[in-house]
């Protein structure tokens, strides 16, 4: 059974970090397209990063580019988001979600599409 997990979610002032991981069970991330979507009370999901199987692809939302760094570690099947100079409109709740590579060729199309499997979310609140 696939699972995604994530964790590193919280409470954090205006200008801070925080790391979200997305720990894969089940099947291997070498053969995947994964990336981080958001959502805010009452916004449609956004895709906010997508990075491709083999790490060497990454999609960035304009809201985000420069602030948070997509990466993934195929050994320990983890996907990191590092989240820098937060605002207060980053508050959502951020969860990962993959594809096969096969029906997501490119980072974008992921991004921009959504995907067939996703976990259950973290809480990320900006606010001071």
């Known amino acids: 059974q696939l699972h995604l997990v994530e964790s590193g979610g919280g409470l954090v002032q205006p200008g801070g970090s925080l790391r979200l991981s997305c720990e894969a069970s089940g099947f291997s991330l070498d053969y995947y397209t994964i990336g981080w979507f958001r959502q805010a009370p009452g916004k449609k999901p956004e895709g906010v990063s997508c990075?491709?199987?083999?790490?060497?692809?990454?999609y960035y939302a304009d809201s985000v580019k420069g602030r948070f760094t997509i990466s993934k570690d195929n050994a320990k099947n983890t996907v990191i988001l590092q989240m820098n100079s937060l605002r207060p409109e980053d508050t959502a709740v951020y969860y990962c979600?993959?594809?096969?590579?096969?029906?997501?060729?490119?980072?974008?199309?992921?991004?921009?599409?959504?995907?067939?499997?996703r976990g259950q979310g973290t809480q990320v609140t900006v606010s001071s």
């Open positions: 979600a993959a594809e096969v590579e096969l029906l997501a060729p490119t980072v974008q199309s992921l991004c921009r599409s959504g995907a067939t499997y």
């Open positions: 990075i491709s199987s083999t790490g060497t692809s990454l």
